[in-house]
């Protein structure tokens, strides 16, 4: 079920709590009633909104790292994926149908918050340490 909060706490304490629990979005109440109802629209058509927040929660005073909500298997084709690689490429260097790629393309950039290539790419730039 698409649930977006609207909430006058800050994204960068509480966010992370909440997308934990399956929330899909979060919008802080001072956002302009556009941003508000993109957010809403967002989730109701992407099944997610995370624009607004910040890539990295801190936990207990220790950075999060996003790519450990990456399974190995979504490891790999990221790692591909940031090398380049098309979907047809890594369909063939994994022995994976085309459409399987995709498949984890897309649910890596949910499980992630992002919307392009190029934010994966930053995402793995930042946080790979292997």
Request: hydrophobic share 40%; glycine share 6%; no cysteine.
């Amino acid at each position: 079920f698409p649930v977006t909060i609207l909430s006058m706490q800050s994204p960068e304490f509480f966010a992370a709590r909440y997308l934990n629990m399956g929330i899909r979005g979060y919008v802080h109440k001072d956002e302009s009633d556009i941003r508000i109802l993109e957010g809403i629209q967002h989730v109701l058509e992407k099944g997610y909104y995370r624009k607004n927040l910040p890539v990295e929660v801190e936990v207990g005073g220790v950075v999060e790292n996003p790519l450990d909500k990456l399974s190995k298997r979504e490891m790999e084709v990221l790692r591909l994926v940031v090398k380049g690689d098309s979907l047809k490429s890594i369909s063939s260097k994994l022995n994976i149908q085309v459409s399987t790629a995709s498949t984890f393309k897309i649910r890596m950039m949910e499980k992630l918050g992002v919307e392009t290539t190029l934010d994966l790419a930053r995402l793995y730039d930042q946080f790979d340490h292997h």
